[in-house]
């Protein structure tokens, strides 16, 4: 097991590559034996439009929240192939909550690019959990008294209810700034305490994500709390030969790779449960007493199998790519990250044809109120249409890889 002792600047940790693949197996076997519990508490996360302290305790026990810290804090320093399947094995029992992993780690990434001074603040006490909005500036900050003074509202910011700290997109306002020209864009490290939580997330699916509104006005923050969006996007870190692995990792590509993965792991749950009731539900106005007895429906679930390990083959191919690229200090291409990112769009599109197949298969119970089915439905349907893994963005992304034309989005 990782040491667990935060390390000083002084005594820095090189960590060069992701931990071994027995780390993952051991992490997803103890998911695995909080799967009842996660399950159950799913009901109460859909409903009360949050995770359970108690789910989020499984979570912390599991491991699964330390994946992204530097093994100097504590963290396993995991890459994105760890994350995509220790987030798809919490998603077979509540999408929600894999959601909420892939955030929280997410977020921590993204922390991994500012100075060590913060870092050294941030994980003195071990590996935190985090939220992050890194998408379309909501706030302001502008210089004051060798700092910040910040104001923004942030939406749609999973997993806020249980962070410790945040990370917010804004725009720079510099005192030296021309007139009319663009403002810089940077990401703000805030506290929790210095942000509040507006309760605004009222949806049909991934409702346990508690992905509520951040808010913060006339907060000052010191120097060291914000930097630019090529400190934390850009290309830095993935050349720099000092730079230990949970550093180099590419931010957009691994969160849009590994965001898939709840919807990837509440596909499977769904497979599985069409799959056993199917050995004793009738085919109602049918002489098929059993669905198994027709041969369409063993034919038609072994097409939405297919459909589920595709997306998996797809996300597993991106996640490996990028964990190949953190390892050494050669960035990805561009046309590369493209490919991958049309990939991920193809896999959320293939885990929405899956589970809308098993409904049919299933019958019109799959829409009970209460029904596991329905809730993967509308969790699978809500999380592929994120901004970021979105089907038609990834797949145009992908052509203007092909076409050598424009990219229709900087954040690759």
Request: aromatic fraction near 8%.
């Amino acid at each position: 097991m990782t040491d667990t002792t935060v390390a000083p600047a002084s005594a820095r940790i090189t960590a060069t590559e992701a931990p071994p693949a027995s780390l993952t197996a051991e992490i997803v076997q103890k998911i695995h034996a909080y799967g009842p519990l996660l399950r159950e508490n799913a009901l109460l996360a859909d409903r009360n439009r949050v995770l359970p302290q108690q789910s989020v305790d499984a979570l912390e026990e599991s491991g699964a929240l330390r994946i992204a810290a530097l093994r100097r804090y504590g963290g396993y320093e995991g890459g994105a192939s760890m994350l995509l399947e220790v987030a798809r094995t919490v998603g077979f029992y509540d999408p929600a909550a894999a959601w909420c992993t892939v955030i929280s780690n997410g977020s921590v990434m993204l922390a991994n690019r500012y100075g060590d001074d913060l870092l050294d603040e941030v994980f003195a006490d071990g590996p935190v959990r985090m939220a992050s909005i890194f998408a379309s500036p909501q706030g302001t900050a502008v210089p004051e008294n060798g700092g910040w003074r910040v104001s923004g509202e942030w939406p749609f910011a999973s997993n806020s209810s249980h962070s410790a700290w945040a990370i917010g997109i804004l725009f720079i306002k510099d005192a030296d700034e021309q007139p009319g020209a663009a403002p810089r864009i940077g990401f703000a490290m805030m506290r929790r305490g210095e942000y509040e939580v507006k309760d605004t997330w009222y949806t049909i699916g991934m409702r346990g994500s508690g992905s509520n509104t951040m808010v913060t006005e006339n907060l000052w923050l010191p120097q060291n709390r914000i930097i630019t969006f090529e400190q934390l996007m850009g290309p830095g870190y993935e050349r720099d030969p000092e730079a230990t692995f949970g550093r180099r990792l590419t931010p957009h590509l691994t969160m849009s790779t590994t965001i898939q993965a709840a919807s990837l792991g509440a596909a499977a749950a769904a497979l599985d449960f069409v799959t056993e009731k199917a050995q004793t539900r009738p085919i109602t106005y049918t002489n098929y007493k059993r669905q198994i007895d027709s041969g369409a429906f063993v034919q038609n679930l072994g097409q939405v199998s297919m459909k589920i390990d595709s997306a998996r083959l797809l996300l597993e191919r991106s996640a490996a790519m990028i964990d190949a690229a953190a390892a050494g200090t050669e960035p990805m291409p561009l046309e590369e990250r493209a490919r991958n990112r049309g990939g991920i769009g193809h896999a959320g599109h293939e885990l929405v044809d899956a589970v809308n197949d098993l409904c049919w298969l299933h019958g019109t119970a799959a829409f009970a109120e209460h029904s596991l089915l329905g809730r993967m439905w509308r969790d699978i349907n809500t999380g592929t249409r994120h901004a970021s893994i979105t089907a038609p963005m990834g797949y145009e992304l992908h052509g203007n890889g092909i076409t050598d034309t424009e990219y229709i989005s900087a954040k690759l």
